[in-house]
């Protein structure tokens, strides 16, 4: 699906004649062909609204073409309205979705965002009368894959291999003959659930969305007979013999036949970068690409970063290239590029700055931004005991970059004070995206390993114990840096050398109290750290904002610890004790005989 051209067509009143005849729009590519009709039957209103885009160039990569139909609530007193508002909402806002969100997460953003605003036209009323109620049932074609997203009682279906299948489920209840009653559709409730789907797609597949002035009307097989026939009048042929079957209501159909499935699509720059040679060593006064190397920054044996002044600009930049040990590792080369795809599709000021390369780049490498400073693990190292407002402020912009990483479907999965910078104006900055991973990711650039885990004092437990990482990774990372900022320590035993959890379960983990190494922690703090550091991601915060309050504000549920026995609060007053108490009763034991 490569098509050349922008091409959005809405199907509904607008595009009526005055006699109200039916609408009729084709919009056909080589590997994808899509037609759309719909018509007021014998109404005097179109409810129904209907529409599909294939967009051009990159666009189809990223977003791929979608096809929806929207039938506005017959009974509801701005049906209409809401449909065409469904429609028109979906197509402008889910093309304007980051690029780093999945298509599942971009669709249900879009979604509820299109359900809150078609509510609160209903004046935020439940009562189907007065509200602003539609429909909605959509595919993407993206790729290899069609992506189907449905509320209500619209249909989709497929025809594949002669053989016809709903692959929606009506949001209806029947009351009694002639009788149903809708149970879901946009703009009924302040809370919408949608149901997605993806299915893989085949050469020959031939989709149908159908507003129920069609499907309640015709049987399948009539159905499959037309579908078969596909060609640029089908949509219009459904729509007829239903009217002929003596339907009573308006009529929307959206045809789509995949006619062939290429590779999956992947960013081209992308891939383009994947096929680039390594770069050589550098050296203080070699030129690459329009940059000076100035002096060797960092190496490692995954990486080296240069200091590097843009002789087009003079500006100071950090050259980042690839490690030749992995120059033959097709899974190192594409985190690689990913690492730059991430970064220069994230604007913040607490994290660095990803700049494109130039149309001439040679081999691989990245272009960063350029901060002097010095690491968080320095500043850790010259401020062993800071004060909790101190530390209160470090957190609060690591927290503002944490939020925009959570905004953009990103988790960042490295977080450790090594990479994390302080400016000399005082601004943090997270410098290194090369663990950045997340559903939106995968399916752009088509990543086909896993993530490594971090660093294994900051890792979280669920990166071995085999559950999915998530933004509560980040958070549990965030949790251990912020106990490290307070006590100089971790908060469970330091992992040395390669040893990483080989536990069994979550519940092995004991965190240590923050309380032990400074005693003038408050216990509702330590409450937050404990939670926020939790091994078992269920137990752990779920958002951000929750953990900035309960280090802010004293959380009730973070009980008074009751007095804790000697042996945990001194063990060695403890064992002090203890040996004077053995040595007084062996002295009783002699003075007695």
Not at 149 to 162: A, C, E, K, P, T
Not at 243 to 263: Q, Y
Not at 352 to 376: D, M, N, T, W
């Amino acid at each position: 699906m490569s098509p050349d051209h922008d091409t959005t067509t809405v199907s509904g009143p607008a595009s009526q004649s005055p006699d109200g005849a039916e609408s009729l729009h084709d919009n056909s590519k080589d590997a994808l062909q899509l037609f759309s009709a719909s018509c007021a039957g014998h109404r005097r209103h179109n409810d129904d609204a209907c529409a599909v885009r294939l967009p051009e160039g990159s666009d189809t990569q990223r977003y791929g073409c979608l096809a929806a139909v929207a039938d506005g609530v017959a009974n509801a007193e701005a049906g209409g309205e809401a449909a065409r508002a469904a429609i028109n909402g979906f197509f402008s806002d889910y093309y304007s979705t980051p690029e780093t969100w999945s298509t599942k997460h971009a669709v249900a953003r879009v979604l509820h965002s299109l359900n809150s605003w078609l509510f609160r036209q209903s004046g935020g009323s439940t009562e189907i009368q007065r509200g602003w109620l539609t429909t909605f049932s959509a595919v993407i074609f993206k790729g290899t894959s069609a992506h189907l997203v449905h509320i209500g009682d619209s249909r989709i279906y497929r025809l594949r291999d002669g053989r016809l299948e709903c692959l929606s489920r009506d949001h209806s209840h029947t009351l009694g003959p002639g009788r149903t009653f809708l149970s879901r559709a946009l703009g009924m409730d302040a809370h919408v659930d949608v149901d997605y789907r993806l299915e893989a797609l085949q050469a020959g597949d031939i989709f149908l969305i159908s507003s129920d002035g069609i499907h309640d009307y015709l049987p399948e097989s009539t159905i499959t007979e037309q579908l078969l026939g596909f060609c640029l009048s089908t949509a219009q042929q459904l729509i007829n013999t239903a009217l002929e079957a003596g339907s009573t209501d308006n009529l929307s159909a959206v045809v789509c036949r995949v006619n062939t499935v290429g590779l999956p699509q992947c960013d081209e720059l992308a891939m383009r970068n994947c096929e680039l040679p390594f770069a050589p060593d550098l050296y203080p006064g070699q030129q690459l690409d329009g940059f000076l190397i100035l002096q060797e920054l960092h190496a490692s044996n995954r990486s080296h970063l240069y200091l590097a002044r843009d002789q087009g600009n003079s500006a100071l930049r950090v050259i980042k290239t690839p490690s030749v040990n992995y120059c033959d590792d097709p899974s190192y080369i594409e985190r690689f590029v990913a690492e730059e795809w991430t970064g220069r599709r994230i604007s913040h000021p607490g994290i660095i700055k990803v700049f494109p390369p130039s149309a001439e780049r040679r081999c691989l490498y990245h272009i960063l931004e350029y901060i002097e400073g010095q690491s968080l693990r320095q500043w850790m190292q010259l401020n062993p005991h800071p004060q909790i407002p101190q530390v209160r402020e470090l957190l609060g912009q690591l927290i503002s970059a944490l939020r925009s990483l959570q905004r953009l479907e990103i988790v960042h999965g490295d977080l450790k004070p090594e990479n994390i910078m302080i400016c000399n104006d005082g601004r943090l900055v997270i410098v290194d995206l090369g663990g950045a991973d997340g559903p939106g990711l995968r399916e752009q650039l088509h990543l086909s390993g896993e993530c490594a885990p971090g660093s294994k004092n900051y890792a979280a437990p669920e990166f071995f114990f085999g559950d999915s990482a998530g933004h509560r990774s980040d958070i549990f990372s965030l949790g251990v840096i912020a106990y490290e900022l307070l006590t100089g320590k971790y908060p469970y035993p330091e992992r040395l050398g390669n040893h990483h959890y080989r536990l069994k379960s979550y519940s092995q983990i004991r965190y240590i109290s923050a309380s032990k190494y400074r005693e003038d922690i408050p216990h509702w703090i330590d409450g937050a750290l404990k939670k926020a550091c939790s091994a078992d991601p269920r137990k752990r915060y779920s958002a951000l904002s929750e953990f900035v309050r309960d280090l802010e504000i004293p959380n009730p549920e973070f009980k008074l610890p009751q007095n804790r026995p000697l042996l945990e609060r001194n063990p060695i007053l403890f064992w002090q004790l203890l040996v004077l108490i053995l040595l007084l009763s062996h002295l009783l034991y002699f003075f007695q005989f």
